[in-house]
């Protein structure tokens, strides 16, 4: 196959970013989905079952953000490096990438099949929660050893500037997972109903699949991983120059979760009910800001390539058209939740106080999506310009500055209602501090190249 890469540092920008945003909405859309099918057949198991999937969804972001923290460090690198480093360079970034997020996660797999009932009841997991969450994450975590290839390899393959296959591999493993989930969840046809544990299982043979195709094009067409590795000073200086920016990468995908954890014990003494409501709408949101989520995967590429050329102008350009599209989207998606919040709720529980839960917490917080969709379009411009520092300084005030303890005032005098509006605030106040801060530090590396 022949090697092939993208320039992204000519050309109209706002077309470009449609070009190469359209098949990773289709692969994160993919990814969404799956997590929405795994909600919606756990949902028609039973409301102790979708309680226990709240309860793991901020553990699972947890150990994804490790291995994705090293996806962008490795996409960064090289997005900078593409124009004028050799190709056998830049496989051996890869593939050392990949060494480095199999050892990170297998860590992590370690470390979390003996911790599971200590971290869960701190989570504030009940008795009756606490054997559905095992079930689930004996499965997971050692699934996760397939799933850190294909992230590390699909940033690898983004950062050539083909957004195209990494799309349709993730978009491919998505529908063999949620094809498989009535089948292993609710027990279709000859399987056997193997409730939450299906849902583990469908996830490991979508995501498996997605590593062997990632690796075909990693080996066959992009020559981007060789089994001539350098020596191991050398490999341990690509690992530092990638975790550089993995390192607060992952922080800043991981306060996520952690803050959710944390909120999600806040939410917990509102009742079970509360927490499944809350565990959905966790869900939903992934869902919600997938155009801008995808956008941001855009906006490394697009960041690193233009940064490494010295076209600081074309990159506030780009910057600000993310900016607008971000906004944009908001407003459409509080726009549907104003008229549609109940209906859309009641698509993943029958239970009447989850519906309501999940309702009111869309009508609230919805209008700060396109605030939130600026600080993802942010953190990703300074991830690929090499900055990531800013990335989870920004990320570590929005959640632990501004909506871990906002919530927790909230919960205590304004009951839950409180704690959306602390969501809500939150959003608002960063995506216009990252809006700022982001113009200023471009602005002024412009004026000293000048």
């Known amino acids: 196959m022949k090697v092939r890469q993208h320039d992204l540092t000519r050309g109209?920008?706002?077309?470009?970013?449609?070009?190469?945003?359209?098949?990773?909405?289709?692969?994160?859309?993919?990814?969404?989905m799956f997590n929405l099918a795994d909600t919606y057949f756990i949902g028609k198991v039973g409301v102790d079952e979708l309680a226990a999937m709240g309860f793991t969804f901020p553990v699972v972001m947890v150990v994804n953000a490790l291995a994705l923290g090293v996806g962008i460090g490795t996409s960064s690198l090289i997005s900078r490096s593409i124009v004028n480093q050799d190709r056998k360079v830049l496989a051996g970034y890869a593939t050392e990438a990949i060494l480095l997020g199999l050892l990170i996660v297998s860590v992590m797999v370690a470390l979390g099949q003996l911790t599971i009932e200590p971290l869960f009841r701190a989570?504030?997991?009940?008795d009756d929660i606490l054997p559905l969450i095992e079930d689930y994450m004996r499965i997971w975590y050692w699934g996760m050893l397939v799933v850190v290839v294909p992230m590390v390899g699909n940033n690898t393959i983004r950062a050539t500037g083909d957004t195209f296959t990494p799309g349709m591999f993730m978009t491919l493993s998505a529908i063999l997972n949620i094809i498989a989930d009535p089948f292993l969840i609710l027990g279709y046809g000859p399987f056997p109903m193997l409730s939450i544990k299906g849902a583990a299982i469908a996830t490991v043979i979508g995501r498996g699949t997605g590593m062997v195709l990632t690796l075909y094009i990693l080996i066959h067409r992009e020559k981007l991983i060789t089994v001539h590795l350098p020596r191991l000073r050398e490999v341990v200086r690509t690992w530092r120059r990638i975790l550089y920016i993995a390192g607060p990468a992952a922080a800043s995908i991981l306060i996520t979760p952690l803050s959710i954890g944390i909120v999600t014990r806040i939410v917990s003494k509102f009742g079970e009910e509360a927490v499944a409501a809350f565990g959905v709408v966790s869900r939903m949101e992934m869902f919600s800001l997938i155009l801008v989520n995808a956008l941001g995967s855009v906006m490394i590429i697009f960041a690193g390539q233009n940064w490494g050329k010295g076209k600081i102008g074309r990159l506030i350009r780009g910057f600000n058209v993310g900016v607008l599209v971000a906004l944009a989207w908001g407003m459409l998606l509080f726009v549907v939740a104003q008229l549609w919040a109940r209906p859309i709720a009641a698509i993943f529980s029958s239970d009447a106080k989850v519906v309501r839960i999940t309702a009111e917490y869309l009508l609230?917080?919805?209008?700060s999506y396109g605030f939130q969709g600026i600080l993802m379009v942010g953190v990703n411009v300074f991830n690929g310009i090499n900055r990531p520092l800013p990335s989870a300084g920004l990320t570590s005030l929005r959640m632990f500055g501004l909506y871990v303890p906002?919530?927790?005032?909230a919960s205590v005098y304004w009951s839950l209602t409180g704690v959306f509006w602390s969501a809500f605030l939150a959003n608002v106040v960063i995506g216009i501090l990252t809006y700022i801060w982001l113009n200023r530090h471009l602005r002024g590396r412009k004026q000293i190249q000048r």
């Not at 609230?364 to 209008?367: A, D, G, K, L, R």
């Not at 906002?406 to 005032?409: D, E, H, R, T, Y």
Request: glycine share 10%; net charge positive; hydrophobic share 75%.
């Open 12 to 32: 109209a920008i706002f077309p470009l970013f449609m070009r190469l945003t359209w098949p990773m909405i289709m692969g994160i859309m993919g990814m969404v």
């Open 364 to 367: 609230i917080v919805s209008f």
């Open 123 to 126: 989570m504030g997991a009940s």
């Open 406 to 409: 906002l919530a927790w005032l």
